[in-house]
């Protein structure tokens, strides 16, 4: 097994340099933005949902993070004690709420030992210019130039480009771009950018405070975002368009954008948010399975990297699906990797794995026998197929128990009836058994011509 092979399976992989914050593909996620981009002339007050999902698969990714590179060995090796994905932090953003002109100063003594950042903050919730976005107070915008009305605002799966500063609360300064572009609401930036961007009017500038969970979590970003870091923005919307239409699109582009939103895929899947992971997985099948107005050749060096891109997609979605325990959509995957390659041993290991959360043992250790017949030397598919034949050793011995149990008991009366009364039920039961096949015979001959 070779070491590009081993990442991937391990866990070990990492984010490929490029991605960030941004990135791009074909997604929706607009039956959750609908209503929070109507919210907007709202009170404050109003309540929607805290948690943002469903993004289409973004194809840039504007924000530099080592991803996960899986080799280009099909055979798709196990390896022990390791995940499947890469850890690897990564994207952009920044905080620290401005006063607002509050002063200190303000507080007068004995009144209690109020901090300056708590006055910020009280401020900010009796401000009427700060919309709470989410009802939640974890991700506040204010507009500070106003841009167009509502009919400019972009739209789900438009590449959007924006300029961004971000600041810590220690006055740290990140994610700064002139210009960055990426994919709306496709899973290609922190949360807080898709949702506060969709709500953003061509040309408008605003400030955004946003809390861990909707920027880089407990995770942070190495090296320059701490975790459950709070970051206040500044972003201005400057363009939004279409993106190019993938059937027009050449295979060597597809094969470029559908590994960016794969190795995306494996930087959610480092931080356990295995929705978004397999939705980016889902993106990157999606543009590479496109059908294209130029023809490539069966054999061709493209498409073979295409199908390998795909394999790595699919081994990933099947990990991601088992690890939120979503055993029929894993089977689904796994197959598509076993059509793909019926010898892939990542598909034969996890079809097994599906298999025993499922409860079918036997499927199960025929699975992991395979894998095991083509990569011997890989100690975690001994691991697994050792447990699953023990469980399996176990499950039938309670099954044998519970009969000998059933068959047993018929003799013992509960006032220790003794011999006549065991030998009088076990008549009762063999002669019923004797009537009973002689009402099947009976009716057999009974239906012949």
Known sequence: MDDRTREDVTGENKQPEGLDCTGATNGSMEDRVEDLASTETQQAEKTVNSKIGGYEGSVENA??????????????????????????????????????????????????????????????????????????????????????????????????????????????????????????????????????VSLMGMGETCEVIVDALYAYGSHGREPDIPENATITYELQLLNAQDKPDLFTMSAEDKCTLGDKKRERGNFWYSRNDFMLACHCYEQAVKILESSSKEKSEPDSEIVKQIDDIRLKSYNNMAAAQLKAKNYDTAKKSCEAVLAIHPDNVKGLFRLGKVYAGKGNLDKAISCLRKAINLEPETKIIHNELSKLVKQQTSQKEKERHMYRKMMGDIGNSPNGGGTSTNIWKWGLVLGASAAALCAIGLGFVMARP
Do not use: Y
Request: charged fraction near 35%; proline fraction near 4%.
């Open 63 to 196: 924000f530099s993070m080592e991803g996960s590179v899986e080799d280009g060995s099909r055979s798709g090796k196990v390896e022990d004690g390791k995940g499947d994905v890469p850890e690897s932090p990564e994207l952009h953003a920044s905080s620290s709420p401005d006063n607002g002109g509050e002063d200190a100063s303000n507080v007068e003594e004995g009144e209690g030992d109020m901090k300056e950042e708590d006055v910020k903050d009280a401020e900010e919730e009796t401000d009427p210019e700060w919309l709470d976005i989410l009802g939640n107070g974890k991700l506040k915008k204010k507009v500070i130039v106003k841009g167009g009305d509502e009919s400019t605002r972009p739209r789900p799966g438009q590449d959007v480009t924006i300029w961004s500063r971000g600041r810590l609360e220690d006055g740290t300064t990140v994610d700064q771009h002139d210009e960055i572009t990426f994919g709306l609401q496709e899973g290609d930036v922190i949360q807080a950018w898709d949702i506060c």
